[in-house]
């Protein structure tokens, strides 16, 4: 009797459990209502010119629930069987991002080269933008790939972007049909793309926009990926992200040098994942610097065509409910047919899609292109925005939520495991506990290790081939390297 009095009086101050708790959200959305334990997806709401995504803070009774990137302004998470308060963060930007012009002299016509510049600038970026599109790609017109610009310029890069030579010129190079970078001949001499790389670099330097040693980074998306991955190799750019591509085959891994991370759609038709994963691989087996990230089809949600600003809310909660009522969401609400079969239907059937058919050009357009986003299918996301950035700070460690929260370097060398099985890294008065850590950000229980006031020991004889990362509390100590 007395137990049954102490249960009913501490179970008047716990929580009270649902069989489907609720998702509290502000400045955001949630996909639809989720048992505990079944993943789901937060949103961020749109973002503003001036405004990046910081991060998201959950609070709930339970500390179970798994939240896969809080950096990330679209997120899957794990519910808890109690209630979840989620709130995203945003940060502001200490001026207006002023996009700005020079004129070059390119190696065929003059070219109007666009950058941003950031104030004590620690690196410039070059972006290069998919094939068949223009540099508009990188401007407010594209909302996602907007996202990108704000955040490198956020995080101290200026940013550069320009039309490549086909674009240009209006005219076709290697005869394949499509605007294009050119990829071959991997050489600055005798390809134009290079080239205009090349007099882009020199005229900023020369009118003062940036610093003649400064660090280069590359980054593309689709054809222009691969031509960041050359780009990144004969300038010498200190890191490298393709975006839905495969690697340039104009490079083998055996001459990759320069960090590499792939940002790609997991239902991407136009190339094989497969491919870009043994890449890597390939890469990290010979102590190379290499990563690839994974976007994969998300839910959809009565604003979500929204997002980008360009449609109002008040008819993306139309199409949504439209798109349901046509059975083509399943009961998480992800798309069940392709983008283009979709719209192969509303073309087809018009009296059944009302919303989708009659749409304006403009809201066409943004309705297609979030069909795509949430299939996974190539189209470019801001959902990984930190995740890039985080590679250019960190190379190798973005999957690591310890490693992309570092503040300093201590010490940071790459050492390399001797022909015995071992590697001694000078010991830079190591006080905190030491961790290991391999590419993907796994935790590699630490091997025989010797610590003295004069160096740190290692025996790295049962460990595998690949790059590693050692840390003392929250501070990088070295890179170690074992491929033999």
């Known amino acids: ?66 939240l896969d990137g809080e950096f990330e302004s679209t997120v899957w998470f794990r519910m808890t069987p109690f209630p979840i308060i989620a709130t995203p963060s945003f940060r502001y930007l200490s001026q207006p991002i002023v996009l700005q012009d020079i004129q070059i002299q390119g190696p065929t016509i003059g070219k109007k080269v666009f950058y941003i510049k950031a104030p004590n600038p620690k690196g410039t970026v070059l972006l290069f933008h998919k094939e068949a599109s223009t540099s508009n790609e990188w401007t407010p017109n594209f909302y996602d790939q907007f996202q990108l610009v704000k955040a490198l310029y956020f995080y101290g890069y200026t940013v550069v972007f320009f039309d490549c030579e086909e674009r240009a010129t209006s005219s076709e190079i290697n005869n394949d049909s499509t605007i294009n970078w050119q990829l071959l001949p991997h050489s600055v001499d005798n390809n134009l793309d290079y080239q205009t790389c090349s007099s882009v670099i020199t005229n900023l330097i020369s009118n003062g926009i940036i610093e003649e040693n400064e660090a280069m980074y590359a ?54 994942n497969a491919l870009n994963q043994r890449y890597v691989d390939t890469l990290n087996n010979t102590g190379k610097c290499a990563s690839i990230h994974y976007t994969r089809p998300t839910p959809l949600y009565p604003e979500v065509f929204a997002r980008s600003g360009r449609i109002p809310i008040e008819i993306s909660r139309k199409l949504f409910i439209e798109l349901d009522s046509n059975n083509v969401l399943n009961d998480s609400n992800y798309l069940i047919p392709t983008q ?22 403009s809201y ?70 030491l961790l290991l850590l391999n590419t993907t950000g796994e935790i590699i229980p630490l091997p025989q290790i010797k610590n003295n006031m004069l160096e740190i020991s290692i025996d790295f004889s049962n460990v595998s081939n690949g790059m590693y990362f050692l840390l003392e509390g929250d501070k990088k100590v070295c890179t170690i390297i074992k491929n033999q």
């Not at 104009?250 to 991407?268: G, H």
């Not at 300093?408 to 001797?418: A, D, G, L, R, Y």
């Open 340 to 361: 283009s079969e979709l719209i192969a239907d509303v073309v087809a059937n018009p009296s059944k899609w009302p919303e989708a058919r009659f749409l304006n050009s």
């Open 219 to 272: 980054i593309g998306h689709g054809n222009g990926g691969k031509f960041a991955q050359g780009f990144a190799e004969l300038f010498k750019a200190k890191a490298c992200v393709v975006i839905n591509s495969e690697p340039n085959s104009s490079i083998s891994a055996t001459n990759q040098t320069v960090p590499l991370l792939f940002n790609v759609a997991v239902n991407d038709k136009n190339f094989q």
């Open 1 to 66: 009797m007395r137990i049954l009095i102490l249960f009913l009086f501490f179970g008047l101050f716990l929580p009270k459990l649902s069989a489907q708790p609720q998702v509290t959200i502000t400045n955001g959305y949630v996909g639809k209502p989720i048992l505990p334990l079944d993943s789901g997806y937060l949103f961020s709401r749109t973002l503003a010119n001036d405004e990046i995504f910081y991060r998201w803070d959950l609070k709930s009774f339970s500390k179970t629930e798994i």
């Open 364 to 433: 066409s357009t943004s309705f297609i292109r979030q069909l795509s986003i949430s299939r996974a299918e190539g189209e470019f996301t801001s959902n990984r925005v930190s995740a890039i950035v985080d590679f250019l700070e960190f190379p190798c460690q973005v999957n690591t939520s310890v490693l992309s929260q570092h503040t300093q370097t201590v010490n940071s060398k790459t050492f390399q495991v001797c022909y015995d099985g071992t590697v001694t890294i000078p010991n830079g008065n190591c006080t905190e506990q």
